[in-house]
């Protein structure tokens, strides 16, 4: 047996019965118990006829059973692709087909729509619930709970996260092994991850964020996770007391500094609250460090690339910027148009490179060449600029994308579906500041000649393709989009227009 992501991550944990998961209702999950769970779904995907560099889509609810599902991928070599819960039937389909998906595993109640899915692009549809039911355990169960670990190598893929891009259709990352491996190891060090660590993990599980980096990091330590299905205020007050460390978007701290339970008292004890997936206000680092005496650690990754600097564990967090290369990562700041790095103190696009970077996107080799440098650097599409200290600010993006409460979502995909509405002449979706999710979606429509648009109708019929989260919380009619003299919309002037549209709370 030779598998080193499983070797490192799970199989070194094998026959212990030290806890891993911890639930809400007290229930706690060994090392051993979940691998044996783990070990049962490969053997059942085995016999379904997934092989080692098959794709298996998965649609589920957080649950330990939906983590068995990633360990069980690993150990029998199966990529892993992991999907948001709020994508709907539409959504769904486009990855199953793009990614040759052999197996959709979704939640019982999604699969009347998404039965015809799975059978458009020849798929199996197995059913695995929040609460670990459905037809996936009925067959489990049946199985071994000790599975011949696949043999595979560093470069072997392990994960196909999507990422959506200007042109509005989702594209691949391909993470190997040493992607994943790399990260992790250098995360928990730098970090100071051990087995004593318990994490807090309201995170979901079908992003970097709290599949590879909360997850890895805890398996790779040796440490726990206080395992919830959710973000739920009440819940992670609760949970605290019996955490070290936790991992969150920065929703998670402005929601917690909005409760008046929120207390030093609380916090005092934790170790480590770390910060990423969006930017992080300086007035949050701030007003945490007030109300806590602890300073966030902020960091910055993406999907592509897993994590890419961080902020110091000691020595100065310093808000507003995302801190400095992670060992073994460099990063540049180039000019746009030539490529070239920039002097210290200018603004530029960032570029990353190191054995965390993706191998490409799946089956789009252009995309990757578009993105990816031959000499191995990444142009991630984030514009920053180091300060004199070497520290790494984000100042914006070169790319059109709104992050919302830690999700990405691409206007482009929007303004397609808009566009296509009857009377719509053309659109432009651009994000505004939100006091919760930090940006939120705004759409603005250029009617037709003489037509008077119906925005409740459209906004439903949207609503059908657009995973909630994506969908605009506001449509706007205006006579013509602003234009520079190129012809291109000036989305910044849309912006800096509707920047007052959600300030109140
Ligand atoms: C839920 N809703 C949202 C969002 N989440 N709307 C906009 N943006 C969101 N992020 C909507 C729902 O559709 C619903 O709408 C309403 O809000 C309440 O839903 P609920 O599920 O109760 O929401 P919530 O629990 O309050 O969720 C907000 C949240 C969650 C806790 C911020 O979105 C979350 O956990 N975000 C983390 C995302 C993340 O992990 N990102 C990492 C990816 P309605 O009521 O109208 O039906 S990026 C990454 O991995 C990179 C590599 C990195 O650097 O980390
Ligand atoms: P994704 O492609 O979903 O992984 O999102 C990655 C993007 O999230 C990055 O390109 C950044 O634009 C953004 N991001 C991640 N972490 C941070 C951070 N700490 N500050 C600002 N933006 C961030």
């Known amino acids: 047996m030779n598998n080193p992501l499983y070797d490192t991550f799970f199989g070194k944990h094998r026959g212990k019965t030290t806890p891993f998961l911890r639930l809400a209702d007290g229930t706690v999950i060994t090392h051993d118990g979940f691998l044996q769970t783990a070990a049962q779904y490969a053997n059942l995907l085995t016999d379904l006829g997934v092989k080692a560099g098959d794709r298996i889509a998965v649609q589920i609810a957080k649950s330990p059973q939906s983590l068995a599902v990633y360990c069980a991928c690993v150990q029998a ?67 071994p709970v000790r599975f011949d670990t696949v043999a595979r190598g560093e470069d072997d893929l392990a ?67 206080i395992f919830l299905p959710k973000f739920d205020l009440d819940q992670i007050l609760a949970h605290m007391p019996d955490a070290t460390t936790m991992m969150g978007v920065p929703t998670f701290y402005t929601r917690l500094l909005d409760d008046a339970r929120f207390t030093k008292d609380l916090a005092q004890h934790m170790r480590l609250f770390v910060s990423g997936s969006a930017p992080l206000l300086a007035e949050t680092h701030v007003a945490f460090e007030t109300r806590t005496g602890h300073r966030i650690l902020e960091r910055y990754g993406m999907t592509e690339t897993n994590m890419n600097t961080s902020n110091p564990y000691d020595g100065e967090r310093r808000a507003g910027t995302v801190g400095f290369a992670l060992p073994g990562v460099e990063v540049k700041i180039t000019d746009a ?9 200018e603004i530029g696009q960032i570029e990353v490179r190191g054995p965390n970077v993706f191998k490409g996107y799946w089956q789009m080799p252009e995309k990757t060449a578009e993105e990816l440098r031959e000499d191995g650097f990444f142009i991630t599409g984030d514009l920053g600029q180091f300060d004199a200290d070497g520290y790494l600010q984000i100042v914006g993006r070169n790319k059109d994308l709104i992050i919302s409460g830690g999700y990405n979502i691409y206007p482009k995909e929007i303004e397609l579906l808009l566009d296509e509405e009857e009377g719509v002449l053309e659109s432009a979706v651009i994000g505004v500041p ?72």
């Open 337 to 345: 148009d030539t490529g070239e790095i920039l002097p210290q103190g």
């Open 77 to 143: 070599g199966i990529i892993f692709l992991p999907l948001n819960t709020a994508y709907t039937a539409e959504e769904v389909s486009y990855f199953v087909e793009n990614s040759g998906a052999r197996v959709l595993l979704c939640d019982e109640s999604r699969a009347g729509d998404l039965n015809s899915v799975a059978k458009a692009a020849n798929a199996i549809l197995e059913t695995l619930n929040g609460d670990g039911s459905g037809s996936f355990t009925t067959k489990a169960v049946e199985h």
């Open 434 to 505: 939100h006091p919760d999710f930090g940006e939120t979606v705004v759409g603005i429509l250029v009617p037709r000649a003489g037509v008077e648009l119906d925005l409740d109708r459209i906004k439903a019929s949207v609503g059908t393709s657009l995973a909630r989260f994506k969908q605009p919380q506001k449509l706007i009619v205006l006579p013509e989009l602003p234009r520079n003299t190129m012809g291109k919309v000036q989305k910044k002037a849309l912006r800096e227009d509707y920047a007052e549209l959600f300030a109140a709370k």
């Open 159 to 225: 994960a196909f996260l999507y990422t959506s891009g200007t042109t509005g259709r989702s594209k691949g990352a391909m993470l190997t092994q040493a992607n994943l491996m790399s990260n992790a190891k250098t995360l928990a060090e730098e970090w100071r991850f051990t087995e004593q660590d318990v994490l807090l993990h309201a995170l979901p599980i079908f992003h970097t964020h709290g599949l590879f980096v909360a997850t890895n990091i805890t398996l790779f330590a040796g440490g726990q996770m």
